[in-house]
């Protein structure tokens, strides 16, 4: 290819432009991507391939005087006929190797010199025999149409040429891309094939875990890199730089690579000939080669995460199942160890205090343990899938009082418990068991962490969607920046923490409200302490034909629970 390659305004543009809408004419629809390669070399040979000059046309007019030149002497033995075919080789000749422009003047001259040097008076234009006059015209009607027409097939065969010498750069760099199961080789293949197509020094610039363009520390130069203008190709996800409408007077040109989910990076490119981009194919090219480069990138993101996202299912199915194996074994030798607690309390004579004091420890010790292996137990099976849920249209009145009833032990620590339940709110579908122990866990986490005789209220409020049940109290609140940490497993709002537990009983909360279709959060209250609410959906619940008026219940629950 030449140094100084034309624009789009140019006849090389308006050829590719011509050629493309004859092949379109004829019902064939190509798309020429660029002049590349070794292509270039062919395709220079042509009209369309190269600027015509002055030298192209002088070489067709020397082939035609070649041919008179060697006919000269051969007048007498040769008929005009021969001639004038000789002639119209020539005019073939022209046009096959310097193109339609050459071969038009080549089709005159031809008749001009058949006019001057063959037909009788010689030497001279003038014509001895009208006749000739027709012989002229066909002469030079056949050797613009023979010459037209090989113009355009050596034209279509050589373009010919330079399409699959680009479908094959095309499906070696599609092949290389396939194979590359790591980013940096993806950078190498489009390294190699950007300087082998474009004469380009590329640079990649891809995303780190923050989604922020990382410079390569290898790069001779990393001055040169614009890394505000490569910013700006990321976001807007256009080509900026050299030869662009945004900061054409930069040394690289930034390409973005655009994937179908989203940018993965952009490529800097120091191109030797900046003017190989100014047709609109090589750009297309250009844009082709960048969207495979980021495909490639794309697919192995995806890859990665996928891997990762096995590993961790089953790391989270491994540890699901010992746990469950381990808490299933436990259970047993826990309850014998709380049955002979309650044994030695009752033996008879009574114990010592200090050896009864020892036997309540080892009860509350086992009891607590078994709590502990129940969670776990719980756990494994709401994230196994294996509980079914019972679910029923009830009141959440009953609910929470179940729950109040089963935690004896806040009364012990002097927890005075305010419910707030308006009147009106509607029966709910859901799985009371699961839902009394959502309850219990969120009062009993209210109790560990907040000091004895504060206040925890329990509530709930009606939506157009969904009721929302809320458990607050008053003390520290939650630390900040863990409101969703701490409904992952074995999570705590304090890791340092002399409370028991291991952090299960918010992560069992959140699974069971999952499991009903609802959300739960936690939130620090303005007032002072934490607040946690979940909510769960409201339905249409069935109609009931009740024989005698509307039974008014007890309205606004508005208690206090103390021992």
Wanted: glycine letters at 8%.
């Amino acid at each position: 290819m030449s140094e100084d390659r034309p624009g789009p305004d140019d006849p090389l543009a308006q050829a590719h432009a011509a050629g493309r809408a004859a092949r379109r004419g004829q019902g064939v629809d190509v798309a020429i991507a660029a002049t590349t390669g070794g292509a270039a070399a062919r395709f220079a040979g042509t009209d369309a391939g190269r600027p015509r000059d002055w030298r192209a046309y002088a070489k067709g007019v020397a082939v035609c005087g070649a041919v008179v030149a060697a006919t000269a002497p051969l007048q007498n033995m040769l008929e005009p006929s021969n001639t004038v075919l000789l002639l119209l080789l020539a005019v073939v000749f022209s046009a096959q190797r310097y193109g339609r422009g050459p071969a038009v003047l080549a089709a005159f001259v031809s008749v001009a010199a058949f006019d001057f040097f063959d037909v009788a008076p010689r030497f001279t234009f003038a014509v001895g025999n009208m006749q000739y006059l027709v012989t002229f015209a066909v002469m030079l009607i056949v050797a613009l149409v023979v010459g037209q027409l090989t113009a355009g097939l050596t034209y279509q065969a050589r373009m010919a040429a330079l399409r699959e010498d680009r479908v094959r750069a095309l499906y070696e760099l599609s092949r290389d891309l396939a194979a590359a199961l790591r980013p940096e080789q993806i950078v190498e293949v489009g390294t190699r094939m950007l300087q082998a197509e474009f004469e380009a020094r590329a640079v990649f610039l891809l995303l780190d875990g923050d989604d922020r363009l990382v410079v390569p520390d290898a790069i001779d130069s990393p001055a040169v890199i614009d890394a505000s203008l490569a910013n700006w190709a990321l976001a807007h996800a256009e080509t900026a730089g050299q030869g662009t409408d945004t900061l054409p007077a930069s040394a690289m040109r930034y390409v973005p690579l655009k994937a179908p989910v989203r940018v993965r990076g952009v490529v800097a490119l120091a191109l030797r000939n900046p003017q190989r981009l100014n047709a609109p194919e090589q750009r297309r090219l250009l844009d082709t080669f960048a969207s495979l480069l980021a495909i490639a990138l794309e697919r192995i993101h995806y890859v990665d995460v996928a891997q990762k996202t096995t590993v961790q299912m089953e790391s989270e199915r491994l540890r699901n199942a010992l746990l469950g194996a381990i808490s299933h074994d436990l259970r047993t030798p826990l309850a014998a160890l709380a049955g002979m607690a309650d044994s030695l309390q009752l033996t008879a004579p009574p114990l010592a205090p200090a050896h009864a004091e020892i036997a309540q420890a080892l009860r509350e010790a086992a009891v607590r343990m078994n709590a502990l292996v129940s969670n776990l137990l719980d756990m494994a099976r709401l994230e196994s899938g294996r509980i079914a849920l019972n679910l029923q249209w009830q009141p959440l009145e009953e609910v929470v009082g179940s729950a109040l009833r089963s935690l004896g032990a806040l009364n012990a620590c002097r927890h005075p418990i305010r419910v707030q339940l308006p009147h009106d709110l509607p029966l709910l579908r859901f799985d009371a068991v699961l839902i009394e122990r959502v309850l219990a866990n969120l009062l009993e986490n209210a109790a560990k962490y907040t000091p004895a005789g504060s206040a925890i209220g329990v509530g709930a409020a009606a939506t157009p969607d969904s009721v929302a049940v809320w458990v607050a109290d008053e003390g520290p609140g939650l630390p900040p920046g863990r409101e969703e940490l701490i409904f992952e497993k074995f999570e705590r709002g304090r890791k340092e923490s002399a409370t028991p537990g291991v952090g299960l009983g918010l992560a069992i909360c959140r699974a069971i409200v999952v499991a009903h279709g609802g959300t739960i959060r936690g939130e620090t209250r303005s007032e002072g302490g934490a607040r946690f609410v979940f909510t769960l959906p409201r339905g249409e619940p069935p109609r009931i034909d009740e024989p005698g008026g509307d039974v008014d219940n007890a309205g606004m629950l508005d208690q206090e629970i103390t021992e």
